[in-house]
């Protein structure tokens, strides 16, 4: 079956320039997380999605940051007025059940971002 | 605050020896370890896992020892194989007024030397 896909795969933007980062589970996956990952840096959570709720948003860095999932599949990460530090690899996963450590998070394969 | 810590940015190690990924935490609340591989332009992938409550997980070649009084774990893989040079991220798992989390690591970047 398809893994989760994230689009684009690159993207390059000017500063001030707002982006949207599309990220489709695996199909029946009700968690779904957004993480970043900047140059030299481990990956850093962005926010939860239990169905089309955001019970945990506490990862977002601003208020430019912001994600929405709607009937609890696809999500879309929108980055406001885009800034240089904004430049990282936005990370996509989704997971099967709300509860346990071993239900593992798949990842799709990123989008880079780089804001000129 | 670093909650999930990789002290070792890279490692190198002779193919057929063992290689040993070190992870430490400051989260005593962890409910669960994991370890993630990640090539690159790829999403990271599972590797294995550990229970907050158990001090080792084997699977083939990869075992996972957890020291909770150290708040420490490691990752051994033996024998080592190119296939394995990749960038190794442990994160720790918690479940927080409902709320799931994976706090990761930095990771540590493997290089399986042949």
């Known amino acids: 079956g398809a893994g989760v896909s994230q689009s684009p795969s690159n993207k390059v933007t000017e500063k001030g320039k707002d982006v949207e980062l599309r990220c489709d589970p695996i199909?029946?996956?009700?968690?779904l997380y957004w993480y970043r990952q900047s140059l030299g840096q481990g990956l850093e959570f962005l926010i939860y999605?239990?169905?089309?709720?955001?019970?945990?948003k506490s990862g977002l860095p601003s208020d430019r940051f912001s994600a929405e999932r709607t009937g609890g599949s696809v999500s879309t990460l929108t980055i406001q007025r885009t800034q240089q530090e904004d430049s990282a690899v936005y990370l996509c996963?989704?997971?099967?059940?709300?509860?346990?450590?071993?239900?593992?998070?798949?990842f799709g394969p990123g989008t880079r971002l780089t804001v000129l | 605050d670093q909650q999930v810590k990789q002290n070792s940015p890279s490692l190198s190690v002779q193919e057929g020896r063992i290689s040993i990924l070190n992870c430490d935490y400051t989260?005593?609340?962890?409910?669960?370890f994991l370890w993630y591989k990640k090539y690159p332009a790829e999403g990271p992938t599972f590797l294995i896992s550990?229970?907050?409550?158990?001090d080792k997980n084997e699977d083939g070649r990869f075992t996972v020892f957890l020291n909770k009084s150290a708040k420490h774990l490691s990752l051994h893989i033996v024998p080592s194989q190119p296939g394995d040079s990749a960038v190794y991220f442990c994160?720790?798992?918690?479940?927080?007024?409902?709320?799931?989390?994976?706090?990761f690591g930095t990771g540590t970047r493997l290089t399986i030397i042949p």
């Open positions: 996963a989704s997971r099967t059940s709300g509860g346990g450590g071993t239900d593992t998070q798949y």
């Open positions: 199909s029946g996956h009700t968690a």
């Open positions: 999605f239990q169905g089309n709720s955001a019970p945990d």
């Open positions: 989260n005593s609340m962890f409910d669960y």
């Open positions: 550990i229970s907050s409550i158990k």
């Open positions: 994160a720790a798992y918690e479940v927080n007024f409902g709320n799931e989390k994976l706090t």
